[in-house]
């Protein structure tokens, strides 16, 4: 099945050519399909998303100094591919293949899987079973009222707005709507914000879950690539100048997959952005927490997270927060963190979904982050030390076994975006099932297709279970590295 999407934001001849690099090597024909070549892998990639579209012919020509004749071969090949469309007036976009997308999947989150990839989500914290038996000794006054509290524990929001003010953001419990985790949060938002049709502007590579959210209200991706070295502005403001995005979502500590974190003068450009074109943004922050190279005896870790998107566009910005990668996936909870008013609105918007988040849990979590942040807590220093540990004996098991990829370590976050040479991973994903190994595909990072030559590995699994799954791996790729075939539809697992 072929996407095509309507041309979306252009990109300048001068950006490709730097995106193509050095790709020349030869004149004629061999230069074509050099240029050609250089092309796809960048559609394929991901570099250049569905709907973005190319500069014209003489412009690009210009900016490769060749000839327009092999501007216009190269592009035929790849329109005849499928992978481009054009339209007279509309120019030239790109428009790839659909990723492998199915409904079923989700049951394998079901199912416990010997060695499971798939899933970025650690086991609880040794701390938590005494966490519940201290909640559980406090549940009695609570018992007396009737549960249901739409926004949440006031305790747990006083706990969580105080770890926002702390960060630089001053924050009110009032401004703290509880919810049944980040996903919970951000399909709330969308619902209370984006209608059918509604374009919302996001990252590619991204985070499944959420561009699935976007799909269930109907709304419409536009999505801004993400590459090696992190987000590009200049293609962020194009895409919200030509889209008018109704809402961006954003990841910008410790993005799912790639673990990047936005760099301070990047903040300032977005936040300048947003608040110029008054777009709203929701902002992930439920891995921001996960700063692995954090040393808390040089900087407390009362002081260790940058300030909050929201604190540089308080208008703008709707940050949503997780508990799952802290404490335990199970708790099932998370927050949203906006304006009084826009909490009163989501109230409102809830009040025909759930009616609040189970007030036990939230007694439990209240406890646990009580103490969370203080120097004196090694709850979080243990936690991030065995994240620390995971990434780093990854790094070494990849380079060991799989020495044809190429990997970046990531500064946090849980997982390592590998880059596997060559578009296997859907082939990659199959055959490691074979061999006990649950793995997703790169291309269901993509919001519209490509990134198959990529693959997520979360190194969240006990030290014993990594190093198997990471041999078995290394094992299926040479055996794939030496096949050479087509890449067939795999079988959808769920994310985290
Ligand atoms: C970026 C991102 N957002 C949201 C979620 C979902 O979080 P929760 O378990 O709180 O719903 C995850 C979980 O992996 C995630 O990585």
Same mark, same amino acid.
């Given at each position: 099945?072929?996407?095509?999407?309507?041309?979306?934001?252009?990109?300048?001849?001068?950006?490709?050519?730097?995106?193509?690099?050095?790709?020349?090597?030869?004149?004629?024909?061999?230069?074509?399909?050099?240029?050609?070549?250089?092309?796809?892998?960048?559609?394929?990639?991901?570099?250049?998303?569905?709907?973005?579209?190319?500069?014209?012919?003489?412009?690009?020509?210009?900016?490769?100094?060749?000839?327009?004749?092999?501007?216009?071969?190269?592009?035929?090949?790849?329109?005849?591919?499928?992978?481009?469309?054009?339209?007279?007036?509309?120019?030239?976009?790109?428009?790839?293949?659909?990723?492998?997308?199915?409904?079923?999947?989700?049951?394998?989150?079901?199912?416990?899987?010997?060695?499971?990839?798939?899933?970025?989500?650690?086991?609880?914290?040794?701390?938590?079973?005494?966490?519940?038996?201290?909640?559980?000794?406090?549940?009695?006054?609570?018992? *007396?009222?009737?549960?249901?509290?739409?926004?949440?524990?006031?305790?747990?929001?006083?706990?969580?707005?105080?770890?926002?003010?702390?960060?630089?953001?001053?924050?009110?419990?009032?401004?703290?709507?509880?919810?049944?985790?980040?996903?919970?949060?951000?399909?709330?938002?969308?619902?209370?914000?984006?209608?059918?049709?509604?374009?919302?502007?996001?990252?590619?590579?991204?985070?499944?879950?959420?561009?699935?959210?976007?799909?269930?209200?109907?709304?419409?991706?536009?999505?801004?690539?993400?590459?090696?070295?992190?987000?590009?502005?200049?293609?962020?403001?194009?895409?919200?100048?030509?889209?008018?995005?109704?809402?961006?979502?954003?990841?910008?500590?410790?993005?799912?997959?790639?673990?990047?974190?936005?760099?301070?003068?990047?903040?300032?450009?977005?936040?300048?952005?947003?608040?110029?074109?008054?777009?709203?943004?929701?902002?992930?922050?439920?891995?921001?927490?996960?700063?692995?190279?954090?040393?808390?005896?040089?900087?407390?870790?009362?002081?260790?997270?940058?300030?909050?998107?929201?604190?540089?566009?308080?208008?703008?910005?709707?940050?949503?927060?997780?508990?799952?990668?802290?404490?335990?996936?199970?708790?099932?909870?998370?927050?949203?963190?906006?304006?009084?008013?826009?909490?009163?609105?989501?109230?409102?918007?809830?009040?025909?979904?759930?009616?609040?988040?189970?007030?036990?849990?939230?007694?439990?979590?209240?406890?646990?982050?009580?103490?969370?942040?203080?120097?004196?807590?090694?709850?979080?220093?243990?936690?991030?030390?065995?994240?620390?540990?995971?990434?780093?004996?990854?790094?070494?098991?990849?380079?060991?076994?799989?020495?044809?990829?190429?990997?970046?370590?990531? *500064?946090?976050?849980?997982?390592?975006?590998?880059?596997?040479?060559?578009?296997?991973?859907?082939?990659?994903?199959?055959?490691?099932?074979?061999?006990?190994?649950?793995?997703?595909?790169?291309?269901?990072?993509?919001?519209?297709?490509?990134?198959?030559?990529?693959?997520?590995?979360?190194?969240?699994?006990?030290?014993?279970?990594?190093?198997?799954?990471?041999?078995?791996?290394?094992?299926?790729?040479?055996?794939?590295?030496?096949?050479?075939?087509?890449?067939?539809?795999?079988?959808?697992?769920?994310?985290?």
């Amino acid at each position: 099945m072929s996407t095509v999407l309507p041309p979306g934001s252009r990109i300048s001849g001068t950006r490709l050519a730097a995106l193509l690099g050095p790709w020349r090597d030869g004149s004629g024909r061999q230069g074509t399909a050099r240029l050609a070549a250089s092309l796809r892998q960048l559609v394929l990639e991901g570099a250049l998303v569905a709907g973005t579209r190319l500069p014209s012919e003489r412009e690009l020509s210009a900016s490769l100094a060749v000839s327009r004749t092999m501007v216009t071969s190269a592009v035929d090949r790849l329109r005849d591919e499928g992978l481009l469309a054009s339209r007279q007036g509309a120019g030239t976009w790109v428009t790839v293949q659909a990723a492998t997308r199915e409904p079923g999947g989700w049951s394998a989150m079901s199912e416990p899987a010997p060695l499971d990839l798939a899933l970025a989500s650690p086991a609880a914290i040794p701390e938590f079973p005494a966490a519940v038996d201290r909640a559980a000794r406090r549940l009695s006054p609570l018992l *007396a009222g009737g549960g249901h509290q739409l926004q949440g524990l006031l305790e747990l929001r006083e706990l969580i707005a105080d770890r926002f003010t702390r960060r630089g953001l001053p924050t009110g419990p009032e401004q703290i709507m509880i919810t049944n985790g980040a996903q919970h949060a951000f399909a709330l938002v969308l619902r209370m914000l984006v209608g059918p049709g509604d374009r919302v502007l996001m990252e590619q590579p991204g985070y499944p879950n959420a561009y699935e959210a976007v799909h269930a209200v109907n709304g419409r991706i536009v999505a801004t690539a993400l590459r090696e070295d992190g987000w590009c502005l200049t293609e962020m403001e194009a895409a919200v100048r030509q889209a008018a995005p109704r809402l961006a979502y954003l990841m910008v500590d410790f993005h799912n997959p790639t673990g990047l974190r936005m760099t301070a003068p990047e903040r300032h450009r977005l936040a300048a952005l947003l608040r110029r074109t008054r777009t709203m943004a929701v902002v992930d922050e439920t891995l921001v927490e996960l700063d692995l190279d954090h040393d808390p005896a040089v900087v407390p870790r009362a002081k260790v997270a940058p300030p909050p998107m929201a604190a540089l566009a308080p208008d703008q910005v709707i940050t949503i927060g997780s508990t799952s990668k802290l404490f335990w996936g199970g708790l099932r909870l998370g927050w949203v963190r906006t304006t009084p008013e826009l909490v009163h609105r989501l109230g409102a918007a809830r009040l025909g979904m759930d009616l609040g988040s189970p007030i036990m849990e939230q007694l439990v979590l209240a406890e646990l982050y009580a103490e969370a942040f203080t120097d004196e807590s090694t709850v979080v220093t243990r936690r991030l030390a065995s994240f620390a540990h995971g990434r780093d004996l990854a790094m070494d098991l990849v380079r060991e076994h799989c020495p044809g990829w190429s990997v970046r370590r990531p *500064a946090g976050g849980l997982s390592l975006w590998c880059d596997l040479g060559a578009p296997i991973s859907v082939r990659l994903s199959a055959s490691a099932r074979d061999r006990g190994v649950r793995i997703v595909p790169g291309d269901r990072f993509a919001a519209h297709g490509g990134l198959r030559h990529r693959l997520r590995l979360p190194y969240a699994l006990p030290p014993e279970q990594l190093r198997e799954a990471i041999r078995r791996l290394g094992l299926v790729a040479a055996e794939l590295a030496d096949q050479d075939g087509p890449e067939h539809e795999g079988p959808v697992l769920p994310v985290t």
